[in-house]
């Protein structure tokens, strides 16, 4: 049997991380998909292969993200280089709770244009995926022409076995308005296999109650569905726990909450795809994004995370 190939769609970026006490940021690499997959790298203890389908420019840099990406092992065979375009830029402020605000410089992004001209859409760097995992930011950034078609191609290939595993990120300013990102997100939770909403994301675009975001969630047919719920610890919603739910401790710090939910998607995804069943995923989900929030910056540094476990 083949190893998994799992691939991250989506755009990283030049990050400015700002200080609370200071004028001087720190600049440093992150994004939604590319923080998972780091996360996922890092969780294995197998041969899956993780890679990160994006486009980057020729500049120094997407120089730099491809050499971060590389780094932490992720393959970068995948991306598509843009002459005439680079990455994106956004500045990142903590408060003292922890909780982040973003300013973003993203407009020619060349991953705005990862998969070529409205026209003649290339899906290509999709090909050979056992698993595709992207999130609802990766939908925002793309054209209306190609976020659909894009949703059609994983339809296609979920009918052929591959596993779609979507993020619904909502992030309001990237989208032409929240019923656009209501049609879009609710299309791809149609798509998918392996959900990971966040409760909060799922209530501020759809509105209604956490039960009647619990339900909607159930209704769109996925095989695996974890309701991300913060310091609450994560919510097995499909399928449903037999017997009394998992209990998860509470984070005993909280300083800076960026990447949080993208730990706990590739932590999450590394113990799944091994075997090492689903209640030791939750767990390995939560204990990481535990471990993030108490640390500034999306991610951790090599020597703060323990080493993977296999499955026995």
């Known amino acids: 049997m083949s ?19 200071g004028d001087t940021a720190r600049l440093g690499v992150a994004g939604d998909v590319l923080n998972a ?8 203890t197998g041969p899956a292969r993780v890679e990160l389908v994006t486009a980057l420019g020729q500049d120094r840099f997407s120089g730099r993200i491809r050499g971060f990406a590389e780094s932490h092992g ?23 709770t ?17 998969f070529g001209p409205d026209h003649a859409p290339d899906f290509a760097a999709l090909d050979g995926a056992s698993h595709v995992c992207l999130s609802a930011i990766t939908l925002a950034i793309l054209s209306p022409a190609i976020r659909e078609a894009l949703l059609d191609r994983l339809a296609e290939m979920r ?43 799922e209530m ?8 009647e975001t619990i339900a909607r969630l159930r209704s769109y047919g996925m095989s695996l569905c974890v309701l991300k719920r913060g310091g609450q610890g994560p919510s097995l919603l499909v399928p449903e726990h037999e017997g009394p739910a ?14 949080a939910g993208d730990s706990f998607n ?42 993977p476990v296999p499955a026995s």
């Open 3 to 21: 190893a998994p190939v799992v691939l991250f769609v989506g755009e990283p970026m030049i990050e400015l991380s700002v200080p609370r006490d």
């Open 159 to 201: 009918r052929a076995g591959v596993v779609v595993c979507f993020d619904s990120n909502y992030r309001p300013r990237l989208w032409e308005s929240p019923a656009v990102a209501r049609r879009a997100v609710a299309a791809a939770w149609g798509v998918t296999d392996v959900g990971f909403p966040s409760v909060d994301d």
């Open 98 to 114: 922890g909780e982040r605000s973003f300013a973003y410089w993203r407009d020619r992004a060349a991953a705005r244009v990862m």
């Open 204 to 211: 501020a675009l759809f509105g209604g109650s956490e039960a």
């Open 74 to 96: 992720i393959g970068c065979e995948r991306i598509r280089t843009d002459p005439e375009r680079g990455p994106g830029l956004y500045a990142i402020e903590t408060d003292e």
């Open 246 to 259: 998992p209990v998860f401790a509470k984070a005993e710090t909280v300083i800076d909450t960026t990447g």
């Open 37 to 44: 997959a780091i996360y996922m790298r890092r969780g294995l």
């Open 266 to 307: 590739g932590s999450f995804l590394a113990a799944w795809i091994e075997g090492r069943g689903v209640g030791a995923a939750l767990r390995a989900g939560h204990e990481m994004a535990a471990r993030v929030v108490a640390t500034p910056g999306a991610i951790l540094p090599f020597e703060a995370q323990p080493k």
